[in-house]
């Protein structure tokens, strides 16, 4: 470690950041080449650990004293650093550096004056209401927010994707230093105006002019080692808008339908993504492809209510729009089909009763189809009669007609169920003379009408 801590310590502040990685490059005087070395951050434990304060430093910077008072947490204390034996010196000002140091210590108190912005930077309760103020004035939307780790040297990055001629603001909270500066790193942007809002908030202003993805680089004013620090970028950004073409919302469905889905957005939608019950079934492969089409084989899922979700991406948000279909892949169900009458005569009509009934979308139509000695099928509606009977009525037939039967029931998704086939044959009736009972009834009352008149005629000779 010939080549001491204070290089080191240049080598940290002049580190470049970008995103959760800290890249340092060392350079080391015995080594040919520069030592990169990229240190992932846990912004969530670093940022929450700053600030430390420098109490006293050396000349050469070898030797210091750091404070560091958690005064914000209800388990927090005070601590002091010493980098140096301050207990080996026999001198009267090592004595009361230690207990100042103790006396400082143990008057910890908690203090309810500072809050953390986006639950990662500690800043005064002031600072944080003065840039909630400042980003509430600013036009548009919060399309980015992060807290970084601003070095004197080097710098953080932040990377965006902007619009041609469109304005963003960057608001930056440093709470531990005065001034921070900004660069365009990468992409066609610049930055038009910097302004304090306060000691501690600059609002930066970035047009561009082509669209693309730019990369700023933040850092904070010399003299100011390591800061943490706040970052949001305000824009005026409109929500992709998403248009289902097909299927419609609350629609029956079956066998395989098209998901058509188009996609429109002021800066473009770089990926879309389609959900079944919450599963993803498609992602759209590339960028500014706004309609895409997804071929659903409902027949791989069981029958019953689905939930079918869109969501559109543009380079900051996202819209989710959300339909709900019912699939329905199973024919209706035909049961206690009867006829009468069962042997028919010349010109009987005969009437077919059938039951039909479908647990999914439900019956759509049932029909009675019929044909004559082998000729073409006939095809008739049957009526419903309530309580899901069906009747209908095949026209009486001459005597020697063989009438063949059956029954097709459709669902609303158009699912078919078809019946066995019935027959019979219609025949003369002669065979077998029945006297009708009212003609019976006639002939006895003429017969005790005859046997009366003669009775009669019988007492007056
Ligand atoms: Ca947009
Ligand atoms: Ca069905």
Redesign the pocket.
Known sequence: MKWGLHRFYRSIIAANITKSTFNITLNIPSYPEPVTISIPINYQTLLQLLPVKIIAISDKALAGIIASDRFWDEHGYRSIYFSFEVEASDSSVAELLLKNAVSWAVQWQKLNTTELLGNLVRVPKETAQSFRNTLNMLPGNVLHSSGTILVEEGYSTIEMYLVKDKTYYMVVVHPTCDKVSVFVLEGDAEISSTVNITARITNITITASSSGTVKIGVKADPDSSLNPTYVAVKGI????VIFIESPANKSYIRSTVTIAVNAT???GITSMEILINGTKVYTASNGGNVTCRYSWNTRKYVDGFYNVTIIAY?H?TSTIAKIIVFVDNTPPSIQNLSYTPTKPTTGEDVTVIVMVTDAGSGVENVLLSYSLDDADWVNITMNAKGGNIYEATIPGQPAGKTVQFKVIAFDVTDNVAVSSTHSYKVTSGAPTFEVPWSLTIGVIVALIAVTTLITVKKHRT
């Open positions: 950004n409109n929500l992709p957005d002021d800066d543009d900051y």
